[in-house]
């Protein structure tokens, strides 16, 4: 487990560019409602969260657009949170964090 992050609990802006949710389509600049590292609410990596739909969703659009906002392709700097009621993962560079 990691060191809850700092941010959680806040809604940030999706930065452009990263590719469509399996149910929410174009994510670019809707809000995001962070929950935690993903690591901490999954218990695990998501590179290792067979099933979970938020892990897949996020592997499919790693692998579609995975070289967009600087994101590395096996990196664990990634976020859980929410759209709306639906939860989703997002690379810390994909995410308008506060400065």
């Not at 590179?47 to 600087?70: C, I, Q």
Request: aromatic share 10%; with cysteine; hydrophobic share 35%.
């Amino acid at each position: 487990m990691r060191e809850k992050f700092k941010y959680a609990g806040e809604t940030v802006k999706i930065k452009n560019g990263v590719g469509e949710g399996m149910q929410v389509g174009d994510m670019s600049g809707m809000d995001f409602t962070i929950e935690d590292w993903c690591e901490n609410v999954l218990g695990c990596s998501w590179m290792s969260a067979n099933g979970n739909p938020a892990a897949l969703e996020y592997a499919m659009r790693h692998s579609l657009y995975g070289d967009n906002n600087d994101v590395p392709l096996l990196s664990n700097d990634v976020i859980y949170g929410k759209i709306g009621m639906l939860g989703h993962l997002f690379h810390v560079n994909e995410l308008e964090l506060p400065s």
